[in-house]
T-cell receptor, first 117, second 112 residues
Framework: DTGVSQDPRHKITKRGQNVTFRCDPI?????LYWYRQTLGQGPEFLTY????????KSRLLSDRFSAERPKGSFSTLEIQRTEQGDSAMYLC???????????????FGEGSRLTVL | GENVEQHPSTLSVQEGDSAVIKCTYS??????FPWYKQELGKGPQLIID?????GEKKDQRIAVTLNKTAKHFSLHITETQPEDSAVYFC???????????FGSGTRLSIRP
């Protein structure tokens, strides 16, 4: 297994268009996370799946954003009616079954960079 | 809400010297404190982590200390090398939320 893969790596779109990103996690990991990272900032939590169930969404996530993980394997993140403020790196991470005491290591992909013109 | 503050935002040290990055967190329920390293064009990668039942952890040239009372933790890199140049993020997690909150990052530069 080569790790978490994300596609596309770069996406340039015009304001108002819809975009979709895909994430393939490490195969045995049942937790999958989406984060957003803007220049000079740390990753900002967007949403999290345990298998196919979306268990948490950030309050910062507007209703233009939707994420799915239909079979508990790959996930998609869709942004509708994109705005210039959506320009960022979208990072996907996966994690194995919960470790004792709660959270554990996140394995990140290389990200999908979105530029909205 | 949960918040993790990190400083400094940039740090430049002479090769061979030590580097220290400090973080504070707001959620007293946090019990997991990882540090990630991010190189240009790549996703963050875990370099070391510590849980709240220990006060210090060391792995070769990297060490992390945790003060739960004061709600702060630090990363120490000794004998810095050029390949240590990167952006470093601290983070905090708690068992109830199952998510990790990141600091804003420290860009570390190692001067030859």
């Amino acid at each position: 297994d080569t790790g978490v893969s994300q596609d596309p790596r770069h996406k340039i779109t015009k304001r108002g268009q819809n975009v979709t990103f895909r994430c393939d996690p490490i195969s045995e990991h049942n937790r999958l996370y989406w984060y957003r990272q803007t220049l000079g900032q740390g990753p900002e939590f967007l949403t999290y799946f345990q298998n196919e169930a979306q268990l948490e969404k950030s309050r910062l996530l507007s209703d233009r954003f939707s994420a799915e993980r239909p079979k508990g394997s790959f996930s998609t993140l869709e942004i509708q009616r994109t705005e210039q403020g959506d320009s960022a790196m979208y990072l996907c991470a996966s994690s194995p079954t919960a470790v004792p005491g709660g959270t554990g290591e996140l394995f990140f992909g290389e990200g999908s960079r979105l530029t909205v013109l | 809400g949960e918040n993790v503050e990190q400083h400094p935002s940039t740090l430049s040290v002479q090769e061979g010297d030590s580097a220290v990055i400090k973080c504070t967190y707001s959620d007293s329920a946090s019990n997991y404190f990882p540090w990630y390293k991010q190189e240009l064009g790549k996703g963050p990668q875990l370099i070391i982590d510590i849980r709240s039942n220990v006060g210090e952890k060391k792995d070769q040239r990297i060490a992390v200390t945790l003060n739960k009372t004061a709600k702060h933790f630090s990363l120490h890199i000794t004998e810095t090398q050029p390949e240590d140049s990167a952006v470093y993020f601290c983070a905090a997690g708690n068992p109830g939320a199952s998510k990790i909150i990141f600091g804003s990052g420290t860009r570390l530069s190692i001067r030859p």
